[in-house]
T-cell receptor
Framework: LAKTTQPISMDSYEGQEVNITCSHNNIATNDYITWYQQFPSQGPRFIIQGYKTKVTNEVASLFIPADRKSSTLSLPRVSLSDTAVYYCLVGDPLAGANNLFFGTGTRLTVIP | SAVISQKPSRDICQRGTSLTIQCQVDSQVTMMFWYRQQPGQSLTLIATANQGSEATYESGFVIDKFPISRPNLTFSTLTVSNMSPEDSSIYLC????????????FGPGTRLTVL
């Protein structure tokens, strides 16, 4: 399993852009990088997935450098409702959930 | 997207008893997954449940402790057997959202407290 390392926690003020970086030094060729968001008392929710360069959707952007050993989740203009735990996972999408590893996650707190 | 429900949402159980958690999906899915999330911790995959075959367990989890049923393509159960306080956790089921993505839909979880 490809392991990931992310900051345990981050604080941000409302309206700011938040960047959460994840390290995955042993990422394999077939692995994609996926981010999930989890609110208290809920199951995780898929945010975004990418392989290389940049991916953007209506919620976030994902930046992946050429060596793919790290990735950065960017949340534009966060609000209080973005307070959650964010998990970075790497794995082969065709290999099933048993090749995914939920690390410690980053607890983001958005401050008014 | 798939809508997943779990029953019960929470329970408090006595040591040595067993609890069966139900997971219902509103569409047919091939694989269902069971996770455990201990308080303040991350998620750990317990097993993968395919319809019509025995579940595949991850390292550290055994069928005698966590028997799983998968009678059809929309339903699965996880039993936590002979419980101890160390089994106090949130148990979540999930399904794959789409091929080619590491995207899963998760249920709301079952919060289990063992006294």
């Amino acid at each position: 399993l490809a392991k990931t390392t992310q900051p345990i926690s981050m604080d941000s003020y409302e309206g700011q852009e938040v960047n959460i970086t994840c390290s995955h030094n042993n990422i394999a060729t077939n692995d994609y990088i996926t981010w999930y968001q989890q609110f208290p008392s809920q199951g995780p929710r898929f945010i975004i997935q990418g392989y290389k360069t940049k991916v953007t959707n209506e919620v976030a952007s994902l930046f992946i450098p050429a060596d793919r050993k790290s990735s950065t989740l960017s949340l534009p203009r966060v609000s209080l409702s973005d307070t959650a735990v964010y998990y970075c996972l790497v794995g082969d999408p065709l290999a099933g959930a048993n090749n995914l590893f939920f690390g410690t996650g980053t607890r983001l707190t958005v401050i008014p | 997207s798939a809508v997943i429900s779990q029953k019960p949402s929470r329970d408090i159980c006595q040591r040595g008893t067993s609890l069966t958690i139900q997971c219902q999906v509103d569409s047919q899915v091939t694989m269902m997954f069971w996770y455990r999330q201990q308080p303040g911790q991350s998620l750990t995959l317990i097993a993968t449940a395919n319809q019509g075959s025995e579940a595949t367990y991850e390292s550290g989890f055994v069928i005698d402790k966590f028997p799983i049923s998968r009678p059809n393509l929309t339903f699965s159960t996880l039993t936590v057997s002979n419980m101890s306080p160390e089994d106090s956790s949130i148990y979540l089921c999930s399904v794959e959202a789409r091929m080619g993505y590491n995207e899963q839909f998760f249920g709301p979880g079952t919060r289990l407290t063992v006294l």
